[in-house]
């Protein structure tokens, strides 16, 4: 027999017994387990889910994976939490809070959240499992969440779900669904979401209260995005000097007298410089004195560690990218983290303008991949050829008319049980926390919501939890803020 007809034979067995991944549209497999928390065993039933999402002729379009964390000792869910969680991105897998924040169990790291060998899964003593049931969620083309062809082989419209309006409205519905499903109607309403996920739950809010009149008695904006807020120009500019300050702080790039402060100590004071002296400035362009410049070159170098020189070269505008290069170009020969630059890089060259690669996503992925697809497979049972997407194709990804920051603010003032918490981490170079802070003085416009509002800041980056101080005082102060909200609900919605 020849080569060529032994290959074509093969080809021909391979092509009989290969068969297609298979998707599951609808399905759940459950399993019960426990975890210590605070010392107390909390007992809980772990279900892994698919949920489809349907058109509007009730035919499936996509299915979403789901993990939903319930206690199995509460007797009557009506006053039991239901936290609803995403990530971000877009295009980002729910992987991140699941396995690192929030869930029963955590990726095994170290204290500060680099990776370790072998890779892992361990039990999370800080988890808010024991007051929250918890449901994290994959949108469509993230984790194992995939569109469904229809009768004819053809994928829906991408449209349907690749836009910051799209995407709140298909999930507004698939929450409407799950809720119905699992009989959670009755229960406190929580919205958590990372990063691109803020924008995610701040159209949620009122989408699920205005077009499910599904009311929310929470929201956590955990390392916000702009949610639909514009400050560019000398805002934005200015909103960056607190960053720079403790990025430069945490790697001890800043003069002595600021040094020596404390890292809280310290940052009010750029504060205040940023946003009454240096907006200002900026402000006036080319129309400031030569003093003025002078003044604000010489405060913005010391407070960011960097040389007047290059402050100057900028205009004062030092860009994200030169700041994560240039920080430690001449002191280490090392640059810094964007979501968090706690962690250091190694450039092949020192010169140049930006970093080579992100140093922090690249250590997490190399430690939440491992995990995340052993959890699903050996401890949730889930056998599968699907592949786990921690960032799935998603785009183009529609932007406009991103009106969610306005509408969680609409959503609060319709609602007077409704809450906000955010977190961020002072490292955060991606989505600063003094941007956090403004973003939460633009929803708070009237100063009518302070009451209902509080701000939460960590010595670590964009995911904050991964320090594992920082895991412990941010599910703590998830159990505060879940408490607060759900104090007074008896009394009915009213002002």
């Known amino acids: 027999m020849s080569l060529k007809i032994t290959i074509l034979l093969l080809l021909v067995t391979f ?17 019960t387990y426990s975890v210590t928390i605070k010392g107390k065993t909390i007992p809980y039933r772990a279900e892994l889910g698919f949920q489809p999402v349907w058109d509007e002729s009730g035919n499936p379009v996509a299915t979403l994976n789901y993990t939903y964390y319930s206690r199995t000792d509460i007797k009557d869910d009506q006053t039991r939490p ?69 009768e004819k082989g053809e994928m829906p419209d991408r ?12 999930l507004a519905s698939w929450v409407n669904t799950f809720v119905t499903r699992h009989n959670r109607w009755r229960s406190p309403k929580f919205l958590i ?10 159209g949620l809010a009122m ?14 904006l955990v390392s916000p995005t702009e949610i639909g807020f514009e400050f560019e120009g000398p805002v934005e500019i200015a909103n960056r000097l607190p960053y720079f300050a403790a990025a430069a702080w945490y790697h001890k790039a800043l003069p002595p007298e600021l040094q020596n402060k404390d890292l809280l100590e310290m940052l009010p004071e750029v504060e205040a410089y940023a946003v009454n002296e240096l907006l200002p400035v900026l402000a006036k362009g080319g129309s400031a004195t030569t003093i003025e410049r002078a003044q604000a070159i010489e405060k913005t170098a010391y407070y960011s560690g960097l040389s007047q020189k290059t402050v100057a070269q900028h205009n004062l505008a030092v860009p994200f990218n030169y700041f994560w290069k240039d920080l430690l170009r001449d002191k280490e020969g090392l640059t810094i983290g964007r979501l968090d630059s706690r962690y250091k890089g190694l450039d092949i060259a020192n010169a140049g303008s930006s970093p080579d690669y992100n140093s922090e996503l690249t250590s997490w992925l190399h430690s939440f991949t491992p995990a995340i697809n052993y959890y699903m ?18 785009r183009p990804w ?5 009106n969610s920051g306005a509408d969680l603010r609409e959503a609060m003032a319709m609602n007077s049980n409704l809450h906000l918490l955010v977190q961020s981490g002072y490292y955060d170079g991606a989505c600063t926390y003094f941007n956090a802070r403004y973003i939460m003085n633009q929803i708070n416009i009237n100063g009518k919501f302070t009451n209902r509002m509080d701000f939460k800041g960590y ?37």
């Not at 899964?121 to 949108?139: E, G, R, T, W």
């Not at 979401?193 to 701040?202: D, Q």
């Not at 529609?398 to 991103?402: A, S």
């Not at 320090?467 to 998830?478: F, H, P, Q, S, W």
């Open 377 to 394: 497979t050996q401890e949730l049972n889930f056998k599968t050829d699907l592949t786990y997407d921690m960032f799935g194709d998603v």
């Open 82 to 150: 239901l936290v609803i969680s995403f990530n971000g991105g877009p295009g980002s897998a729910s992987v991140w809070m699941h396995i690192a924040y929030t869930g029963p169990r955590i990726l095994k790291i170290t204290d500060e959240g680099f990776p370790v060998q072998p890779y892992g899964i361990k039990d999370n003593p800080y988890s808010i499992l024991d007051v929250a049931d918890i449901v994290f969620i994959n949108p469509v083309n993230t984790g194992y969440s995939r569109m469904l062809p229809n």
């Open 459 to 495: 010595r670590s980056g964009h995911m904050m939890y991964l320090r594992n101080e920082d895991l412990k005082n941010a599910n703590e102060d998830l159990r505060v803020f879940i408490e607060k909200a759900s104090k007074n609900i008896a009394q009915g919605a009213k002002y």
């Open 159 to 170: 449209k349907e779900f690749f836009g910051v309006n799209a995407d709140i409205s298909y």
């Open 398 to 402: 529609d932007r406009t008319n991103n």
């Open 15 to 31: 092509s009989t017994f290969a068969q297609k991944i298979k998707v599951p549209v609808d399905t759940t497999s459950t399993s």
């Open 207 to 220: 989408e699920l209260q205005q077009s499910k009149w599904m009311y929310i008695n929470g929201v956590i």
């Open 193 to 202: 979401g990372e990063s691109y996920g803020t924008t995610r739950v701040s």
